[in-house]
């Protein structure tokens, strides 16, 4: 069955940085695109990046563009997000998803705090 692992939240100051990764399985992740998604409390889920299977289209909600870089590794079948420039608004629980899915694996939360 299809599995989506996050990992690599925590705790940040203003400023600082976090690499979170997402362990895929069950099925071909090198012929999906992929996304990352992030909900903050009491607001609706929404994208941050999305990267197509062979990582040539990428793309980036405006909130994410010039601090956040989306990358893959097929070989791996991992998917990151590299969050710098952290703000305190960027706390949220944020979760990968691939093209067409609808299965959410438990996200890794992100706290943006001083």
């Known amino acids: 069955q299809v599995q989506l692992v996050e990992s690599g939240g925590g705790l940040v100051q203003p400023g600082g940085s976090l690499r979170l990764s997402c362990a895929a399985s069950?099925?071909?992740?090198?012929?999906?695109?992929m996304y990352w998604y992030r909900q903050a409390p009491g607001k609706e889920r929404e994208l941050v990046a999305t990267?197509?299977?062979?990582?040539?289209?990428?793309d980036y909600a405006d909130f994410a563009k010039g601090r956040f870089t989306i990358s893959r590794a097929n070989d791996k079948s991992t998917l990151y997000l590299q969050m710098n420039t952290l703000k305190p608004e960027d706390t949220a629980l944020y979760y990968c998803?691939?093209?067409?899915?609808?299965?959410w694996g438990q996200g890794t939360q992100v706290t943006v705090s001083s």
């Open positions: 998803q691939r093209f067409g899915g609808d299965k």
């Open positions: 069950g099925f071909t992740f090198e012929y999906y695109e």
């Open positions: 990267i197509s299977d062979d990582s040539r289209v990428i």
